[in-house]
């Protein structure tokens, strides 16, 4: 202990812009946290279509049974019902189940067919009705994130591309891998199974490591995302309630 606050001291007398009361130094003991949860992994799928014969809910129930293999407890979110944002109240039932699911969740799955070069408004309607923070509560925030889609044609990574920059905007622990299906029509067989291939060995490889980065994570989530610009915008606003002048 005494090495790290002599580290903080030599640091920060070169740092005048930050804050000490507030600057860390990130500890490694913090996150080898002894105590491991137990139970499975909860992890939440979600899909971005509604057609009857939908690829991406295919492929996600595909990966659902990979991760309860996998030794997961997993639930697919049927956006069927749901309202577009701003289109109802946050107290309508489709929205509640939605934000539920996303409150139990330890990691998740997104999954969209690309559509005109991008994500569907189906999906996209899902990730927008997951709010940023309820109270003091971030629903998202350093939970583990695998996104994968589904093509039509050719091979593309469009809409994986945009599921990343949206899961780095709701603060998720996006994994490395991702799965991007091309000619998803040809890689299904009339059981709705998928059948093997390199396009099935990768969905393998992404559940296999969302599970991993979920158990390594899941414990010391709170450390993690733990930063010093929140930890100084919370001491400033305490300041001002306090010493405010007027009521």
Known sequence: MDNVLKKETKSLADLPAAAPEHFRVPDPERLANPIRSNHPPRILLLYGSLRE?????????????????????????????????????????????????????????WC????????????????????LSVGAVRPTQGKTLAVMQVCGGSQSFNAVNQMRVLGRWMRMVTIPNQSSVAKAFQEFDAENRMKPSSYYDRVVDVMEELVKFTLLTRDVEPYLVERYSERKESAEALSRRVNQTEI
Do not use: C
């Open 112 to 131: 969209s067919p690309e559509r005109h070069g991008a994500m569907t408004g189906i999906m996209k309607a899902q990730i927008d009705w997951i709010p």
């Open 53 to 109: 014969r939908s690829f991406s809910r295919l492929l996600v129930e595909e990966a659902e049974r990979l991760l309860q293999a996998m030794g997961a407890e997993t639930k697919i979110f049927n956006p069927s019902g749901l309202p577009l944002p701003d289109d109802a109240t946050e107290s309508h039932p489709k929205v509640q189940e939605l934000r539920s699911l996303a409150q139990w969740a330890e990691g998740m799955v």
